[in-house]
């Protein structure tokens, strides 16, 4: 008799079912390395081979033909979505394919709050750590030319946004909020320019809303007269630091945002203004104070003339 014939047939069964989970373990299950909590970012326009390579590489899957193989009888081999992905737990190379093309993150939305005044280079380094697809550097890079124009306020950023994604969101609720003050931008006498670039001084230089409107009185009575603004806060902007108290050789530095070497406006905004900057451009303080300055009390002192303000500056910082 035939020798298969003379087995039992649910030893056979049993045989050729322990073969089947072995083969499923091999092939299908999760590698042994699996990275437990771990997150894959996914760049955006990476090709369904890369990705599965990505993913082998840092051990999500044993093998890249598999998981393009479950890509490709799903029929969803070309809608790979970008973003960053965590792996709490290990899946099978079917649960991996399923999470990549239905955008299954599995991490909640970064909310990240930006303060009036943020630059464009805090928010690229703010971002960076919630998240881990976009450096700060190419942030930077690509954003750099929208100072002044994206607005400070707290987002929710999916694990899908990019830099553009990004930059797109605060350019539009910059616009939403601009849109209400269109009128007031027109009566001012303005551009829409010098509004921004002049509240972003304001932003950097004052901190109450009494404040900012005398701190953009004056600074628009300098400009009437020709006279240098002389508005430190450049000086962090310029060298990408974070403190206004210039050095003599800061004073002399080559730059257009100069203030102290060059008239007028410097040529671009300094900041990202919040709405009360924006509203203390455009409804400056009537004075005739020419000079102010923050004392070592936190207030802010006024003067009409140079020898009012060297006054100023012997009694509240000297």
Do not use: C
Request: glycine letters at 6%; charged letters at 15%.
């Amino acid at each position: 008799m035939d020798y298969l014939k003379r087995q039992n047939p649910w030893a056979v069964a049993f045989a050729a079912a322990v073969f089947l989970v072995g083969s499923y373990q091999s092939l299908f299950a999760a590698p042994s390395l699996f990275p437990l909590g771990s997150i894959v970012t996914v760049a955006r326009g990476t090709s369904a081979p890369s990705v599965a390579a990505q993913l082998a590489d840092v051990h999500v899957i044993k093998h890249p033909s598999l998981l393009l193989l479950a890509l490709r009888m799903s029929g969803t081999s070309s809608r790979v979505q970008a973003g960053s992905y965590r792996f709490e737990k290990p899946q099978n190379v079917f649960a991996v394919a399923y999470r990549i093309v239905t955008g299954n993150y599995d991490l909640p939305p970064a909310r990240i709050t930006f303060p009036e005044g943020v630059t464009v280079r805090e928010v690229a380094a703010q971002i960076e750590d919630p998240l881990p697809g976009i450096r700060a550097a190419d942030f930077l890079k690509a954003a750099q030319r929208y100072e002044g124009y994206l607005f400070p306020d707290t987002y929710f950023f999916p694990p899908s946004s990019d830099i553009a994604s990004i930059v797109a969101l605060m350019r539009e609720n910059f616009n939403t909020k601009i849109a209400t003050l269109s009128g007031e931008i027109s009566a001012s006498g303005h551009s829409l320019s010098d509004i921004i670039i002049l509240a972003s001084l304001v932003e950097k230089e004052a901190r109450t809303s009494e404040s900012r409107r005398m701190v953009a009185g004056i600074l628009l009575n300098r400009l009437k007269l020709g006279i240098p603004l002389q508005v430190d806060a450049v000086f962090g902007y310029i060298f990408g630091r974070d403190t206004y108290s210039p050095s003599f050789a800061d004073l002399k530095v080559d730059s257009p945002y100069n203030t102290y070497t060059h008239k007028g406006l410097p040529p671009g905004p300094i900041a990202n203004p919040g709405l009360d900057s924006l509203q203390a451009a455009l409804h400056p303080a009537k004075t005739n104070y020419l000079y102010y300055l923050t004392g070592r009390d936190n207030l802010m002192h006024y003067a009409t003339t140079y020898a009012g303000h060297q006054a100023n500056r012997k009694r509240y910082l000297d």
